[in-house]
Each structure stands twice: as structure tokens, then as C-alpha cells.
């Protein structure tokens, strides 16, 4: 594996990754396929599709793409892993990728130690799936005080809301405090005393649950709090390539559309007033590939040791400040340039605009990264 | 003369050292030098030989800029018109006589050229313009005006699009000329603009008669000769500014009156500053794509993203000045070289900026062409395209 490269193109070897990727969403998860698991999900059910992540985890490799080859996994870097999360995003697909290959993966790796590291391979391998049990809507500049107590008998008590991926996950990794201090703790998630609630979700496609442990067994991985730091930073830069995908999605799909549908015995891509706010949200998915990018690249040679810890986290912020805010304008539009039909159910449109929803607010929002960029760009606040 | 040389780095390297051990620019005049270097075919190397280049790729200009620097140039910034926008349309469309006669003096600054398109009434719809241009005999006999000319007032030529033929449709009917600046007739007036100086001019032309040899491309070709320049017009500025200079601009105003700051501007100023690095990053992924052959269309966008951007920093910077603010350092009516963004105070930022989405395309004429020729939607229906100029409403 050779050394990350700083380019915000993408490689040949990633654009081979991203066909195998949307080859697969093409065949196992168009709009119909995720629709229904949308219903399931509306419906109280656990909508992820578990064929699809085997072929992707395990078929494509993209579970260890983010784990060293010592390890077994497939020693890639950021980079790939954001080129799979723009395919996951275009299609909304309903997979633990994010939740176990990105969040769960970053924390372990900045673990020492053989629990992480024997976890690590399980993961890699698409046999078993992680899940972070942290709320989604943490910030990555105030992570929030471990809501579980880890007992002197290594069982761990408490409860954590806003939590992805937990119900299809085998293992739950918990931040927690004890009397030394913070860790983070490796729980089954078929434990005694462990119980995950689905909560009725506004992302139908990566819904949370509340996850709840009474007196579970606990395995402790990593002491201190650095490595949820890092999970959560790693999960904000790469969630920009996701934010990407759904932009990219929307904008394709609305520009499609305005070009068939007729009114005034005209397509209205035709109206200026529908051109030139398509030009504009053009203009913004443009800026989203190069600020996505940046972060995957800075995140890429952070994990290769080449670039500073300042340099990554205004790259990740820049790219959360746009791109939080593309997506989201992007599905809105697409809602609104779709007209009726897309506010329907039938429709996909909707999908995306509630995962555009949630991803915003996840792992700090716009303004959040926009806050932390007083510091980091030195341009301080009033003086009161 | 060299036939089929394959230039690469190495070759033209060795073609700078070997010139400038004949032309010690230390020793020489400097437009001697300048007219030495043209024709060693180091003024534009991507320019045929005999022509200042070495039919070269583009991209081994920078070598010789490497090679050279230091030596005497010839003050791009002021005979931008002419490299940018006559010289291209020249090469393309000019007679073996005609690029023999301009191109030279053109490089060298000898002779200052500039642009004779906009009219009062065809700014966007330039193909609309009314400036006439009647044969008489060998001659043309040119009446109209022209609005928003650069250095017209130094220049020594002008390109010229001109209507001779007002029955058929606009497109149709017009002809490019290089136009005469010294002729009888042509008379330049300094037009003043908000920020109290006058950068542009008008010109107006009065039975002003230019010999048919001064004419570029066929008669009736005028408006696909004009997109040539148009379109070099466009990567002119988008290549010219600077991505970053407003906003350190801004950001050291900022960083220096912390008195000034309240709570709602620094939340703008901190969204601003990550529109300016978002466009950073969208330019230099951009030039990457140039690098790699796969020219991508983000270079649509970087003018219209830019001018939006400017004109923000600009706004908040004024507003956060309060007192100051309302201030100007000085309304003396002059007639600038160039443009100077940083080197004056903020109202003058402010107000410079408003043109930044006028000039050189309009962002509603930019939205247009990214919407239909990037993202392919269907033009709006015309009812201009079939009809005799004459008859069109005006």
C-alpha cells in the first residue's frame, strides 16, 4: 500500500471500488428495493438489508477497507471509504457501513492492545458488525460525558440514546466512565442485560435506537477518551463523501426530471427561474466534491501519520460546513422542483431528504463546524 | 527555421539559455530585448514559428517563464486585451499579413489593444448590437457607439464587431474589424463609474473608414469570430484572480478590530470563510483535472462563485466598520491602469465589486450557460433567432 496521496481527483483504484460499489446498488437496492425497507423501518421493523451487507462487507471487501492487511482487513485508506459512502449515499442504501466500517472501525483503530486488534479482524472480515454506541448527534468538539458506568465487577450500567446501527450490530463499543477515569468497552450485543429499542426515526434508512445496558458483561479495549475523539472526527469528514453522494443523487435525478416533465406546453428546465437555481445548486455540488475530498485525502494521510491534526480538522470542518448544507438544499430542491409527486410516499425523494435531515445534525451541525473554525482559522469571536 | 521539432521541457530550456547568451538583457534596450525574445519564438511558445512561438505545447510556456524571470517583461497586466482576447481571435482568423503585421507589436506593448463589443443597447445580447458598417469601395465606413472599453483611451487598435448586414438575423449579419483608434472620428470619452474613477471609456465612432484589409474573417462571420475572444475573455478571468485575496483582506480587518466584532457578523464572516475555501478547493481540483487532460466544466462556475463572494465579503466588511464605514478614501476622478482591490479602503471594495457580476458575462448569463451547456437543460423558446435584425424590437 502506498502512501495517500493529497490529489482531490480520485485514483483509478477508487474508481474501480465506486463501480463495483453502484454495480451492486444498482442490482440490490434501487428506489423499490430501499423503499420497502423504508416501510419495514415505518412499520417498527429493523430495515437493514442483510444480503446486501455481505456482498458489500464481504463480497467487495468494504468492511476492512479501513483495517491495516496485517490485521486482515484491506490496509486502504479515507479515501476509499469515502468513495463507498458517496455510492451508499447516492442510493440511501440501508447498510452498516457507516456505523460499524466507519465509526465503530475508527475508534478501534486508535486502541492498542489484542481485544481491538482480534475485533479489528472480526470486523474486516464482514463476519462481524460494530456498532459506536454514541449519538449520532455528538460533536466531535464537545463529546458528550459517558452516559455508562463501567462497575468494579466489569459490567456496565446506563443508557444511550440516538444510537445507528446497534440493532444489526454484534458487538456494541461503549464509551464509559469507572473510577479511573474514561474507557471504551467492547459489549455482545446478545449479553444478558442488554436491550436496544428502536426509535420511530426521522431517517427511515439509518434509524436510532436507544441501547440500554443492565449489568452486562464488559470488556475493556481502550482507557481514556481518544479514541471516540477520533471516531467521531474521522465520522464527520467521511460523512461529508455521504452528504456528497445525496447531493450528487438529487441534483442528477431533479435535472432529469425538468428536462421531461411539460407545463405551459413546455419542459420547465426551460424557465430561467428553474435553470438558475439548478446552475446554482450545480455550483454548490461542485464545491462539496472538492471540500469532501480534502477531508478524505487530510483524513487519509492523518492515518498515515503525514499530515497535522490542525491541517485534518479544517478540512473536516470545512467540508461538514458545506456539505451539511448541499445536502440538504440539494433534496430540498429536489422535493420542490419535483412538485407534487415529490412530495408522495411512492416517490424516493423523500428518502433522501430525511437522510440529508439527519445527516446534518449528525456528528456536529454546520453551524457547530462553522464555530469550530473561529479557532482553527483564527478569526476569534467579540471580545465580551 | 526548425522543421518538426518535437518540443519538450529539456529543448526549450536550452532554447532560453542559448538566447539569453545572445541577448544579455543587461545590455540591451528593453523593448529591443522584448522584439529579440518574439522572435526567438519565446513570447508564446504555444504560438506558431515565425509567430513568437515554437508551435510547442501550451504548457512548456512555463518553462521559459522559468528560464527568463527576471528579465525585462512586457507588463502583461497592462495589454491584457491584447494577449487575452485580440491575440487568440487573430491567430485563428487572421490573413498571413495581418498576423505578421499585429502580433508583434501587440506582445511587445508597442502597441495597446482594446475591446469594441458592448454597446448601450447589447450587453448580454451582444449579437443585437447596432454599431453600422457600410462598404464603400476598399473601405468600410463604420458609425456607432461603444461602451465599457478598457484603455481605449492608450490603445492603439481595437477589435471591433460590426453590423453589415441589417436584413438578416442578428447572428447573421455582423463582421468583425480591427479597428483604427488613430483614425478619424474615433473619439474616446472616460466613462466615470460608482467608485468615483474611471477604469472604462466610451467610444464613439462617426463615419470612421477602415480599408477592407482591416477586416478579420469573412464578412457575415463576425459573431463566430467574436465567440473566439469570448471565450478567451472568460478563462482570462477566471485564471486572474486571486481565489484567497479578499478574504485574508477581510479576515486582517477582522483579526485587527476586535472592538468592532459582534456575535452576527462573525457568524457570516465565519460562513464566508468557508464559501472562499470551499472556492479555493473547487480551483485547485480544477487545475488538477487541467494537469490530468480531463478538463472537467467547474471553470463555468468560478466566476459566478467568485463574484457572489466578493460582493459579501465586501458588504460585511463596510458594515463592520460602522463609523468608518461610512467614509471613502477618495472620489478624485482618475483614469486607474488596473484594478486594485486590496491597495484601497473598504467602500472602494465594496463598490468595485458590484461589477464583478456584470462584467465579462453576467451570473445571469453564466447560470444560463452552465444550466444548458453543463447540465443540458432546454433553452428558453426565442423569438429573436428568425428574424430580420432590422425588425426586431428595440
Same mark, same amino acid.
Given at each position: ?21 453502484? !454495480?451492486?446498488?444498482? !442490482? ?11 416501510? #419495514?423501518?415505518?412499520? =417498527? ?29 484491506? $490496509? ?11 455510492? @451508499? ?36 472480515? =464482514? ?30 450500567? =446506563? ?37 436496544? #429499542? ?6 427511515? #434508512? ?8 443492565? $449489568? ?125 409527486? $415529490? ?31 473561529? $479557532?482553527?482559522?483564527? @478569526? ?5 | ?47 506558431? +514559428? ?31 486585451? &491584447? ?103 474615433? +473619439? ?11 477604469? %472604462? ?5 462617426? &463615419? ?114 460602522? +463609523? ?16 486594485? %482591490? ?53
Amino acid at each position: 500500500m502506498s502512501a495517500p496521496t493529497m490529489s482531490l481527483l480520485y485514483t483509478e483504484v477508487e474508481e474501480e471500488l465506486r463501480a463495483a460499489v453502484r !454495480d451492486l446498488l444498482t !442490482d440490490r437496492s434501487g428506489p423499490a428495493a430501499v423503499l420497502a425497507r423504508a416501510d #419495514t423501518a415505518a412499520s =417498527g421493523g429493523v430495515p437493514y438489508d442483510s444480503e446486501l451487507w455481505t456482498a458489500l462487507a464481504r463480497d467487495i471487501g468494504a468492511a476492512g477497507l479501513l483495517v491495516p492487511e496485517e490485521l486482515g482487513g484491506a $490496509g486502504a485508506s479515507a479515501r476509499e471509504a469515502a468513495v463507498v459512502l458517496e455510492e @451508499l449515499g447516492r442510493a440511501v442504501a440501508v447498510v452498516p457501513f457507516f456505523s460499524s466500517a466507519v465509526l465503530a472501525t475508527s475508534a478501534l483503530l486508535a486502541c492498542d492492545g489484542p481485544a481491538a486488534r482480534d475485533l479489528l479482524g472480526r470486523l474486516a472480515s =464482514g463476519e462481524t458488525t460494530a456498532a459506536l454506541a454514541v449519538s449520532l448527534a455528538a460533536s466531535p468538539y464537545r463529546p458528550p460525558e459517558p452516559a455508562v458506568e463501567l462497575g468494579a465487577d466489569g459490567t456496565v450500567l =446506563g443508557t444511550v440514546t440516538g444510537v445507528i446501527g446497534a440493532e444489526v450490530a454484534d458487538v456494541l463499543l461503549v464509551p464509559v466512565r469507572h473510577a479511573g477515569g474514561r474507557a471504551l468497552c467492547a459489549v455482545e450485543r446478545t449479553a444478558p442485560g442488554v436491550s436496544i #429499542t428502536p426509535v420511530t426515526s426521522l431517517d427511515l #434508512t439509518r434509524p436510532i435506537a436507544t441501547v440500554s445496558f443492565g $449489568g452486562a458483561p464488559a470488556e475493556v479495549v481502550a482507557e481514556g477518551d481518544g479514541p471516540v475523539r477520533d471516531a467521531l472526527v474521522t465520522g464527520a469528514g467521511l460523512l461529508a463523501s455521504e452528504q456528497l453522494g445525496i447531493a450528487d443523487w438529487c441534483l442528477t435525478t431533479t435535472v432529469a426530471y425538468v428536462k421531461e416533465r411539460k407545463q405551459f406546453a413546455r419542459p420547465i428546465g426551460s424557465f430561467q427561474a428553474i435553470k438558475h437555481r439548478l446552475a446554482d445548486l450545480w455550483l454548490e455540488v461542485v464545491g462539496a466534491r472538492a471540500a469532501a475530498r480534502n477531508a478524505a485525502a487530510h483524513l487519509a494521510c492523518w492515518g498515515a501519520g503525514s499530515a497535522g491534526s490542525g491541517e485534518v480538522a479544517t478540512a473536516v470542518a470545512v467540508a461538514q460546513a458545506h456539505c451539511g448544507t448541499v445536502a440538504v438544499h440539494a433534496a430540498e430542491e429536489c422535493i420542490q422542483l419535483h412538485g407534487g409527486i $415529490g412530495m408522495t410516499w411512492e416517490h424516493p425523494a423523500h428518502l433522501y431528504l430525511k437522510r440529508a435531515k439527519a445527516d446534518e445534525i449528525a456528528l456536529g451541525t454546520p453551524g457547530d463546524h462553522r464555530n469550530a473554525l473561529a $479557532g482553527l482559522a483564527d @478569526l476569534p469571536g467579540p471580545v465580551s | 527555421m526548425i522543421a518538426n521539432v518535437t518540443w519538450d521541457e529539456e529543448s526549450v530550456a536550452e532554447r532560453c539559455r542559448a538566447f539569453l547568451a545572445e541577448h544579455d538583457p543587461a545590455r540591451m534596450d528593453r523593448l529591443e530585448f522584448l522584439r529579440a525574445r518574439f522572435d526567438a519564438g519565446l513570447a508564446w511558445v504555444h504560438f506558431p +514559428e515565425g509567430l513568437g512561438g515554437l508551435g510547442a505545447p501550451r504548457e512548456l510556456q512555463a518553462v521559459v517563464e522559468r528560464e527568463l524571470k527576471g528579465t525585462p517583461d512586457n507588463d502583461p497586466g497592462r495589454i491584457g486585451i &491584447g494577449l487575452g482576447m485580440a491575440a487568440p481571435t487573430i491567430l485563428a482568423f487572421g490573413t498571413e499579413e495581418q498576423k505578421k503585421r499585429f502580433l508583434r507589436p501587440l506582445w511587445t506593448g508597442e502597441e495597446v489593444w482594446c475591446q469594441l463589443f458592448s454597446e448601450p443597447g447589447a450587453g448580454s445580447d451582444l449579437a443585437a448590437l447596432a454599431t453600422r458598417a457600410v462598404k464603400d469601395g476598399d473601405e468600410w465606413v463604420i458609425d456607432g457607439q461603444k461602451v465599457w472599453t478598457s484603455v481605449a483611451h492608450r490603445a492603439r487598435w481595437g477589435i471591433l464587431v460590426a453590423r453589415t448586414d441589417p436584413n438578416v438575423p442578428k447572428h447573421r449579419g455582423l463582421t468583425y474589424f480591427i479597428c483604427d483608434m488613430h483614425a478619424p472620428g474615433v +473619439e474616446v470619452r472616460p466613462l466615470r463609474q460608482i467608485t468615483g474613477e474611471a477604469e %472604462f471609456n466610451e467610444v464613439f465612432l462617426t &463615419g470612421v473608414r477602415l480599408p477592407d484589409s482591416l477586416r478579420l474573417g469573412e464578412v457575415g462571420e463576425g459573431w463566430r469570430v467574436a465567440q473566439t475572444t469570448l471565450m478567451n475573455e472568460r478563462v482570462a478571468i477566471g485564471g486572474a484572480q486571486s481565489r484567497r485575496s479578499m478574504i485574508n483582506v477581510v479576515a486582517a480587518t477582522w483579526r485587527s478590530r476586535p472592538e468592532l466584532r459582534t456575535h452576527e457578523l462573525h457568524q457570516r464572516l465565519l460562513a464566508l470563510w468557508v464559501e472562499a475555501e470551499v472556492l479555493r478547493l473547487t480551483g485547485a481540483r480544477l487545475r488538477e483535472q487541467l494537469a490530468a487532460g480531463q478538463p472537467g466544466p467547474e471553470g463555468s462556475g468560478m466566476k459566478l462563485a467568485l463574484a457572489r463572494l466578493h460582493q459579501r465579503l465586501t458588504g460585511l466588511e463596510v458594515e463592520l466598520l460602522r +463609523e468608518e464605514g461610512l467614509t471613502y478614501d477618495d472620489w478624485t476622478f482618475r483614469r486607474p491602469d488596473r484594478v486594485d %482591490f486590496t491597495g484601497r479602503q473598504a467602500g472602494y471594495r465594496y463598490l468595485r465589486a458590484k461589477g464583478n457580476s456584470i462584467e465579462g458575462g453576467t451570473s445571469e448569463i453564466l447560470r444560463n450557460i452552465i444550466a444548458e451547456r453543463v447540465l443540458g437543460l432546454p433553452p428558453e423558446p426565442r423569438t429573436d433567432k428568425d428574424v430580420a435584425w432590422k425588425d426586431l424590437p428595440r
